[in-house]
């Protein structure tokens, strides 16, 4: 250990901020918007009351979070192709992700429809709405509230898990900064700074996640 | 005579291997008023549910103006959603969609249901809060409001859809004692205008003074019925007595 070599952290604060600019929040972003939208496809279909469709949700689910993503990434970029399906790094890792995190969230999802009163239902019923227009303009309201916590958990580890994707190849904050560590030898301060970057980003969803809470919560009781 | 604007003939229903309904007829002339009453777990809620297909009985059919379901046949969605539009609801609970305001509530079933002009909607739902005098409240949140005016805005949310009957089941049980006044005041003077209203209730007094008839359930089954000068001041029956009693002098 010589000390810090500042005038490498210096040169790395600028590259880093551009892996993470242009790797890992458009990444976080793109996925966690994809992962939300096939979240609540899956929630409705274990929800839908036929039991082929909510089976196969519930295989997806079961399947998804009893396997690594690493792997999942892996059979996506390395082993697709040998079934003739080849996909570039940003594709593979956009899909995989968005896979993962719609299995993820999709719990998060039918548990936040789920603590939707029974009356809510009910009401929207007897005003004439239907299933539908119900879960639009009642349920799904109320539950996204409901789900903002456990969304904001899956989020955070979402940011993180992106770095998954620096194993195929695509290049956001942990690859920028293995790639500028490589020729210095230097890992502890490229991969120290790399941690304070994605301890950040994750400081300010917290942030956003408690103020979104307060605003989300105006019109429920204490 | 013309028809009766609902009939209800032979409700029945089960919760598992208990029988909660067995064999109700319950029959609503236009712009009368129906008070359902008697003792807890009697089935009056599960009757009042029947009537528009919250609940689903194994037999019995159920008539509202020309429209007909038959619970023997297993209706599908759509004949029972048919048979739902007719009535609205109140409920114990208000059951308020708590992220709109109170004007959003009223309109839901007009605008997002009914699909009716927006801007009428708003315009009709606006003089329902003045009749349950809550005019000034229209841009306020649920939450924001005391049970008797959340109370209040159900009532105007469930005829904003112009049903041809209205349901209440027990509007004033979930509420403080001192607001239950301007509840009923507000479903007395809806009596008054001539809507078709069933109502299961306890408050005798409303009962005794609004209803046209009255029908005291026991047991899953109508004991006795008729106007409430007989049931609810000198009834037949020594079960719907003993109910009564039991209000007067619950020690
Ligand atoms: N969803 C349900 N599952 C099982 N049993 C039920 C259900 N709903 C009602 N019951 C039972 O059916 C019976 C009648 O219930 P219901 O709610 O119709 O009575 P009620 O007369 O409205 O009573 P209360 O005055 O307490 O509201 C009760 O014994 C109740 O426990
Ligand atoms: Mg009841």
Redesign the pocket.
């Known amino acids: 250990m010589n000390g810090i070599d500042w005038d490498l952290v210096r040169r790395s604060l600028l590259p880093l901020l551009e892996g993470l600019v242009r790797g890992t929040i458009p990444l976080t972003v793109i996925t966690f918007v994809l992962g939300l939208a096939l979240a609540v496809l899956l929630a409705l279909m274990r929800l839908s009351g036929n039991p082929v469709v909510s089976g196969i949700a519930r295989a997806y689910v079961s399947i998804i979070r009893g396997t690594p993503l690493l792997l999942q990434l892996f059979i996506i970029f390395f082993a697709l192709p040998s079934l003739g399906v080849t996909l570039d790094p940003w594709p593979s890792a956009i899909i995989g992700l968005s896979l993962n995190v719609g299995a993820y969230a999709s719990e998060a999802v039918r548990g936040a429809i789920l603590a939707v009163p029974r009356g809510q239902w009910e009401a929207a019923m007897t005003v004439g709405m239907d299933r539908r227009t119900t879960l639009r303009r009642v349920v799904l309201p109320q539950a996204s509230r409901i789900a903002v916590p456990p969304l904001s958990n899956t989020l955070i580890s979402l940011v993180k898990d992106t770095s998954l994707v620096s194993a195929i190849t695509v290049t956001e904050l942990l690859r920028t900064a293995q790639q500028i560590a490589a020729p210095t030898f230097d890992f502890f301060t490229l991969y120290g700074l790399a941690a304070v970057y994605y301890w950040v980003v994750c400081l300010v969803l917290s942030f956003g996640q408690t103020r979104l809470e307060t605003r989300l919560s105006r019109y429920v009781a204490a | 005579m013309s028809a009766p604007l609902l009939e209800a003939r032979g409700l029945t229903?089960s919760?598992?291997a208990?029988p909660?309904?067995r064999g109700v007829d319950v029959v609503v002339p236009a712009g009368s008023v129906t008070c359902?009453i008697?003792?807890?777990?009697?089935?009056?809620?599960?009757?009042?549910?029947s009537l528009n297909g919250l609940?689903t009985p194994e037999a019995g059919t159920v008539r509202i103006g020309d429209v007909a379901v038959d619970w023997a046949t297993r209706p599908g969605r759509r004949a029972v959603s048919a048979l739902r539009d007719q009535s609205g609801m109140v409920f114990?609970a208000h059951n308020l969609f708590p992220h709109l305001t109170v004007l959003d509530n009223v309109t839901s079933g007009p605008v997002l249901a009914q699909h009716r002009d927006r801007a009428e909607a708003r315009a009709e739902a606006r003089d329902l809060l003045e009749r349950v005098g809550l005019a000034d409240k229209a841009d306020a949140y649920p939450v924001q409001l005391s049970g008797g005016q959340q109370q209040r805005v159900g009532i105007a949310r469930a005829l904003a859809t112009r049903p041809r009957v209205v349901l209440f089941?027990?509007p004033t049980?979930a509420l403080d004692p001192e607001l239950v006044g301007e509840v009923l005041r507000v479903m007395q003077s809806l009596a008054a205008e001539g809507w078709t209203m069933v109502v299961?209730t306890?408050e005798m007094r409303f009962a005794r003074q609004v209803a046209d008839q009255v029908l005291f359930?026991d047991g899953?089954v109508v004991v006795e019925q008729g106007p409430p000068s007989e049931v609810l001041v000198e009834p037949r029956e020594a079960r719907t007595r003993q109910f009564l009693q039991r209000l007067l002098d619950p020690l």
């Open positions: 229903k919760f598992g208990v909660v309904l359902l008697g003792p807890s777990g009697s089935g009056k809620t599960t009757v009042l549910r609940e114990q089941d027990e049980s299961v306890h359930l899953g």
